[in-house]
């Protein structure tokens, strides 16, 4: 069974800096693309981010683009992301997604349950 | 950037119901289109990829169709645990989301 689980989500103030990161189990995690997904409270879903099976393709959504950084380590079978510069627009549950296959279909074939990343002074 | 709106954005019908859920691409993006179901307090679940085809496990009452621009999921026959909201999506773009509620 595929699990992802995600951590790292806190309560942070405006300016602040978080580390989240997907635990990847039941998958072959080296040979999938990787990808954040955000959802603000009662809202829908937003794409933050995306990484190919080497790492070495990485896409950002313009509204987080300088601010956060993914990344992975295949040995270790996980996930990052490196938030900076917090604001309240970032509050949100972060799902982690693997792509549905390991020809890279830039579908969500699989999520973890999500962490909460809540930015307030 | 490519845009994706749903329509409706909210539906209310009943148990045994047609649903149809319409998802349309501000440009040709060929097949390339997939569909999420998210119930309350879950993590998305994929339905539908490369816009008809049946994600492996899910019901064989969902069925998506389009190219191009519009493409629609439906439900043949609406059941109590389809009840959620419904999400298009194509590379880094998700619809707005349409909500099955129960009338």
């Known amino acids: 069974e595929v699990q992802l689980v995600e951590s790292g989500g806190d309560l942070v103030q405006p300016g602040g800096s978080l580390r989240l990161s997907c635990a990847a189990s039941?998958?072959?995690?080296?040979?999938?693309?990787m990808n954040w997904v955000r959802q603000a409270p009662g809202k829908g879903l937003e794409w933050v981010s995306f990484?190919?099976?080497?790492?070495?393709?990485?896409y950002y959504a313009n509204s987080v683009k300088g601010r956060f950084t993914i990344s992975r380590d295949n040995a270790k079978n996980t996930l990052f992301l490196q938030m900076n510069s917090l604001t309240a627009d970032d509050t949100a549950l972060y799902y982690c997604a693997s792509d549905r296959s390991v020809s890279g279909s830039r579908t969500y074939g699989y999520w973890g349950q999500g962490t909460l990343v809540t930015v307030s002074s | 950037d490519i845009q994706l709106t749903q329509s409706p954005s909210f539906l209310s019908a009943s148990v045994g119901d047609r649903v149809t859920i319409t998802c349309r691409a501000s440009q040709g993006i060929s097949s390339y289109l997939a569909w999420y179901q998210q119930k309350p307090g879950k993590a998305p679940k994929l339905l539908i990829y490369a816009a008809s085809t049946l994600q492996s496990g899910v019901p064989s009452r969902f069925s998506g169709s389009g190219a191009g621009t519009e493409f629609t999921l439906t439900i043949s026959s609406l059941q109590p645990e389809d009840f959620a909201t419904y999400y298009c999506?194509?590379?880094?773009?998700f619809g707005p989301g349409t909500k099955v509620d129960i009338k």
């Open positions: 999506q194509q590379l880094e773009a």
């Open positions: 990484i190919s099976s080497s790492g070495y393709t990485i």
């Open positions: 039941g998958l072959m995690f080296s040979g999938y693309d």
